[in-house]
């Protein structure tokens, strides 16, 4: 999270607010402002930032998997999830394949939230995807569609 730290409390009514667990997550605070959450399975942590984005206290929340090699007093914050909407996808494109292809264009795709994985709003599609902020980003995301035609995103 960006700014003033929460408690652990407002984070785990944050956490149990977007969905149903099968076990209560685990929460763990660092000093240095980090939290480390373990959930039971892959599904369950992935359910909590496909259902993005998040705000807290009015600050947004930065949600990254936990890595190995991970250093609190290392970690310098260059890339950061980041929700992107593309309006008018046309509907050839929604699919995984393609979804994946136009957030590799950006970075590293993550998810897609539900509306677009499952089609239930087709004025636009939503990713999720792990940017660069040292980067400038692109204004515009060009795909290449059935007959040669290009759309831009």
């Known amino acids: 999270m960006v700014g003033t ?17 099968s076990v209560k997550p685990v929460i ?13 399975n892959e599904e369950e942590r992935d359910m909590v930032p496909c259902s993005g984005p998040h705000y807290l ?12 090699e991970f250093n609190s007093k290392e970690e310098i914050l260059t890339t950061t999830p ?19 292809k136009m957030g590799s264009s950006l970075e590293k795709p993550q998810y897609a939230d539900e509306c677009t994985t499952q089609v239930n709003r087709i004025s636009f599609a939503k990713i999720l995807v792990e940017v660069d902020i040292t980067k400038p980003l692109p204004k515009v995301i060009k795909i290449h569609v059935p007959k040669g035609r290009v759309s831009e995103q």
């Open 5 to 21: 730290t929460p408690s652990i409390g407002a984070v785990e009514r944050f956490i149990l607010g977007q969905g149903t667990f």
């Open 28 to 40: 763990l605070y660092h000093r240095d402002g980090y939290f480390v959450l373990r959930f039971a």
């Open 57 to 68: 206290v009015k600050r947004p929340v930065i949600m990254k998997p936990w890595v190995p």
């Open 82 to 100: 980041l929700w992107i909407k593309l309006p008018n996808l046309p509907l050839n494109c929604w699919n995984p394949k393609v979804l994946s």
